[in-house]
């Protein structure tokens, strides 16, 4: 079973434009990771933002983290065309459980 | 450093038949992880270790899937016998600890035919 769930489930917009990505999910968690997969490819790590942390950057990347509504959001600023990829969030559990939820796709048109 | 490391990449196979997965994750960590991802999905967690423990298994179908982590290094995921619904994408990933950034390898490709 998938805990998070990403919402919107695709998003495309222009170069230049922000985007946002939100996930929510169930049950307490110790800590909440954003990866990116391109087409084809391989998941790679984005950011992690443990549940004692609100807000967390990373160049173009802001996470923000709400455990009171139990829901995060992923902000892409200034896109670019390689940020085109499927963005999914991942859910360390209190119970110790890690879970992914369905993804994000994300395209960003030139 | 070297990534994680997986094989085949691709597994072509008729139902009914065994087949291996094999992971080599990055040296020193002790965290492992195999994923199933079907198309359009995110991975789904089969089974985590910490070190040679399996620590959350509770996704994995034992009644076909097995898996071990000999050593507490590289590791082999099992499924025997493979059903038409098996066919996706097997990821592993490694992390230093749990609860830490996982690296993924690149994946396995299976298709049951």
């Known amino acids: 079973s998938q805990q998070g769930e990403e919402d919107p489930q695709a998003l495309s917009i222009q170069e230049g434009e922000n985007a946002t990505m939100n996930c929510s999910y169930k049950?307490?968690?110790?800590?909440l990771q954003w990866y990116r997969q391109n087409s084809g490819r391989g998941l790679v790590h984005l950011i992690l933002?443990?549940?004692?942390?609100r807000e967390k950057h990373s160049g173009r990347l802001r996470v923000t983290l709400d455990t009171s509504k139990k829901s995060s959001s992923l902000l892409i600023t200034a896109s670019r065309a390689a940020d085109t990829a499927s963005y999914f969030c991942?859910?360390?559990?209190?119970?110790?459980?890690?879970?992914f939820g369905a993804g994000t796709r994300l395209t960003v048109k030139p | 450093e070297a990534g994680v490391v997986q094989s085949p990449r691709y597994k072509i196979i008729e139902k009914k038949q065994p087949v291996a997965f094999w992971c080599n994750p990055i040296?020193?960590?002790?965290?492992l992880y195999w994923y199933r991802q079907n198309l359009g999905q995110g991975p789904e967690l089969l089974i985590r270790?910490?070190?040679?423990?399996?620590?959350?298994d509770s996704q994995l179908p034992k009644d076909r899937f097995s898996a071990e982590r000999l050593k507490g290094v590289d590791s082999t995921l099992k499924i025997q016998p493979a059903e038409l619904g098996d066919s996706a994408v097997y990821l592993c990933?490694?992390?230093?600890?749990?609860?830490?950034?996982?690296?993924f390898g690149p994946g396995t490709r299976l298709t049951v035919l």
């Open positions: 040296s020193g960590h002790n965290t």
């Open positions: 990933a490694s992390s230093r600890y749990s609860y830490n950034e996982q690296f």
């Open positions: 049950t307490s968690i110790n800590n």
């Open positions: 991942a859910t360390d559990q209190a119970t110790g459980n890690m879970r």
């Open positions: 933002i443990r549940s004692n942390e």
């Open positions: 270790y910490e070190n040679e423990e399996a620590v959350d």
